[in-house]
């Protein structure tokens, strides 16, 4: 299975923040679509790092309220990891395994095409064993599924 296999269901929107934005933007964007990270982009297109929840809550831990008014790129993350579309779903939660981390942008021809979260990963795993459990029960009782 590929990464593209997952975007194709779950489509290509990436919820981006410009790297002058602040902090309390970030925050607004996380709470607003439910989110644990967020790509910056100066275009929408490009990547220029990542910032997520982790980010804030070492950050304001480390200094206290006056992150919220400085800009994103104060706590982000400008070395991300990325992915092509035709990479295998297996290789790339290996890749958050390892690092750490649980957000993956997706790009093709220097374009951000999507981002793939934990989540997207657990769920496609979930998905797959069931539809292997179903061909299984089909087997044995002798029914096509
Ligand atoms: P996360 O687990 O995705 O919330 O991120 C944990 C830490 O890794 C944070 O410092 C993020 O900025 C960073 N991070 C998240 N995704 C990536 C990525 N794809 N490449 C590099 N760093 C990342």
Not at 10 to 20: F, H, R, S
Not at 30 to 55: Q, T
Not at 73 to 93: G, K
């Amino acid at each position: 299975m590929r990464i593209s296999d997952i975007l194709r269901v779950k489509g290509n929107k990436v919820v981006t923040v410009t790297p002058g934005s602040d902090v309390t933007r970030l925050l607004a964007l996380l709470a607003e679509h439910r989110i644990g990270a967020v790509v910056v982009s100066a275009d929408g297109s490009r990547v220029d790092g990542i910032v997520s929840e982790r980010d804030v809550v070492r950050a304001l831990a480390a200094r206290g309220a006056v992150v919220l008014s400085e800009p994103v790129t104060a706590i982000y993350t400008a070395q991300v990891r990325s992915v092509s579309p035709d990479a295998a779903v297996d290789d790339v939660e290996r890749l958050m395994t390892e690092h750490r981390f649980r957000h993956v942008p997706v790009i093709e021809d220097g374009a951000l095409r999507g981002l793939v979260s934990i989540g997207d990963v657990v769920k496609h795993r979930i998905d797959e064993l069931e539809h292997e459990r179903s061909s299984l029960e089909g087997y044995i009782t002798g029914e096509r599924i």
